[in-house]
């Protein structure tokens, strides 16, 4: 079996073409993709990478350039639960979540690209090969977007083959939320799919009183409504508010899955393969999700998370927004009247334009 001989870390920011804003994390003009390159003794090479809102990227890219080679480099490239715990390990006393979490997904996405290269197999054939279209909605990144502006974006991510919508809330009155959602609701037309976001924003109750006010509107889920911290807050909401509750992009474990899972705070476990720790405890969060009889959906990295959400029975949808990553992507995700489909090249399929993303060094 050969073993992993080298670690090609990269750091790059990355211009919005738009500058992206929700309700806790500000303005966004721009986003940090850091990336890994693993090359086992036979030349064969596997690519991973996470990604931050801004900040942060130098200390993913400090902890794989420092201190994750020797944990690594020489470790038999197939034992890829025997070098994800190695690893989580050897970071844990500094950095159990956080930047060291970042790093390992990125390393383990890596591990599973590589692994499915060598087999000639697409990655979600690999993981168990349910179902290679997975449903996809376009998630906007658009609370201060005027109204109009709001609805000519729906428009376009209508012609780009879209057929579920996301939009973000969490703006200083919620009467704003609830006129903008009805809007959409107006302009895309009873059962069409819509998904609310509120990164967070709200305290159980104001969370409640808006899942509330949003009832009329049909809709799919209210996304994050309060800090990933407050399970009981957030279990409330579940029971009290009378929508459906998508939450985890911000949960970076396995053990974070569990914990709201069984406290019946969360309808659409969502796990983000760029910061939970990578493929490795994405594929068993979905597993535990399907145990206790929950649809799982995605955040972020689309291009790897449709290979997936294309493994499980019980996905329900991907989320897609590359942050303008397609442009450095030789074959950016395909959607099919509503439809993500999971490519069948080997691997995750992602090959990324290096010569491009050179320029944009952090």
């Known amino acids: 079996m050969p073993r992993i001989v080298s670690l090609e870390a990269g750091h790059y920011r990355v211009p919005l073409e738009v500058t992206l804003s929700d309700s806790m994390?500000?303005?966004?003009?721009?986003f940090e993709?850091?990336?890994?390159?693993?090359?086992?003794?036979?030349?064969?090479?596997?690519?991973?990478?996470?990604?931050?809102?801004?900040?942060?990227?130098?200390?993913?890219?400090?902890?794989?350039?420092?201190?994750?080679?020797?944990?690594?480099?020489?470790?038999e490239a197939d034992r890829i639960a025997h070098i994800w715990h190695r690893i989580w390990w050897g970071q844990h006393y500094g950095g159990r979540g956080g930047a060291a979490v970042?790093?390992?997904?990125?390393?383990?996405?890596?591990?599973?690209?590589?692994?499915?290269?060598?087999?000639?197999?697409?990655?979600?054939?690999?993981?168990?090969?349910?179902?290679?279209r997975v449903p996809a909605y376009a998630g906007g990144i658009d609370l201060q977007l005027p109204l109009d502006a709001l609805l000519r974006q729906t428009d376009d991510n209508l012609a780009k083959g879209f057929r579920a919508i996301k939009m973000k809330v969490g703006r200083p009155r919620l009467a704003e939320d609830v006129e903008r959602v009805r809007a959409m609701r107006e302009h895309l037309g009873d059962g069409f799919?819509?998904?609310?976001?509120?990164?967070?924003?709200?305290?159980?109750?104001?969370?409640?009183?808006?899942?509330?006010a949003f009832q009329p509107f049909d809709l799919t889920w209210l996304e994050e409504p309060v800090i990933p911290d407050d399970v009981a807050g957030q279990a409330r909401v579940v029971r009290e508010g009378g929508l459906p509750i998508a939450a985890g992009e911000n949960l970076r474990s396995l053990w974070d899955f569990k914990q709201l899972i069984a406290a019946g705070g969360v309808t659409y476990p969502e796990p983000d393969v760029t910061n939970c720790g990578g493929v490795t405890p994405f594929m068993k969060i979905a597993?535990?999700?399907?145990?206790?009889?929950?649809?799982?959906?995605?955040?972020?990295?689309?291009?790897?998370?449709?290979?997936?959400?294309?493994?499980?029975?019980?996905?329900?949808?991907l989320e897609a927004h590359g942050f303008g990553l397609d442009?450095?992507?030789a074959e950016p995700l395909v959607i099919e009247d509503g439809v993500a489909v999971a490519p069948d090249r080997p691997g995750h399929g992602v090959a990324f334009d290096w010569i491009g993303l050179a320029a944009l060094r952090a």
Not at 57 to 73: C, F, S
Not at 304 to 314: E, F, K
Request: hydrophobic share 45%.
């Open 327 to 329: 442009r450095f992507i």
């Open 33 to 75: 993709l850091n990336t890994v390159r693993l090359r086992d003794a036979d030349g064969a090479e596997g690519v991973g990478y996470t990604y931050t809102c801004g900040r942060n990227g130098a200390a993913i890219d400090a902890i794989l350039t420092r201190d994750i080679p020797d944990q690594l480099v020489g470790q």
């Open 25 to 30: 994390h500000g303005d966004m003009p721009a």
């Open 102 to 132: 970042l790093a390992q997904s990125a390393i383990d996405m890596a591990l599973w690209d590589l692994k499915a290269k060598r087999l000639g197999q697409p990655l979600w054939t690999l993981l168990g090969g349910n179902d290679p």
């Open 287 to 317: 597993h535990l999700a399907e145990a206790f009889n929950l649809p799982v959906t995605s955040h972020g990295a689309h291009d790897v998370t449709v290979h997936l959400l294309a493994a499980c029975p019980n996905r329900s949808y």
């Open 193 to 212: 799919p819509l998904m609310v976001d509120a990164n967070m924003r709200w305290s159980a109750d104001e969370a409640i009183r808006a899942a509330r």
